[in-house]
Nanobody
Framework: QVQLVESGGGVVRPGGSLRLSCAASGSIVHIPLMGWSRQAPGKQRDLVATITWDGGLNYADSVKGRFTVSRDNAKNTLFLQMNSLKPEDTAVYYC?????????WGQGTQVTVSS
């Protein structure tokens, strides 16, 4: 069973960049799908991006062209490169995995785009 820990969040100005990481640990055999979601205070959690084991990608329209999701299967690590950040990107970002044990979410990392 996998455990997920996000890192890399912080406070940036509009137009800035951040790179989030998600480290997977525990009993890992195969994780067919991983991804990122985000949730702003008082709002529902929304899907940001997903990536399959072999690199198939999906992005929310709101981040397409600005965010890039990737994974290093050998290191069991997921990434989210976020460029051209906007105030509306402010949220807690959660790492997601879907494997033989079912879906699992990390505890999140805060991203704040000031002004």
């Amino acid at each position: 069973q996998v455990q997920l820990v996000e890192s890399g969040g912080g406070v940036v100005r509009p137009g800035g960049s951040l790179r989030l990481s998600c480290a997977a640990s525990g009993s890992i055999v195969h994780i067919p799908l991983m991804g990122w979601s985000r949730q702003a205070p008082g709002k529902q959690r929304d899907l940001v991006a997903t990536i399959t084991w072999d690199g198939g990608l999906n992005y929310a329209d709101s981040v397409k062209g600005r965010f890039t999701v990737s994974r290093d299967n050998a290191k069991n690590t997921l990434f989210l490169q976020m460029n051209s950040l906007k105030p509306e990107d402010t949220a807690v970002y959660y790492c997601y995995s879907d494997d033989a044990y079912g879906p699992h979410w990390g505890q999140g990392t805060q991203v704040t785009v000031s002004s």
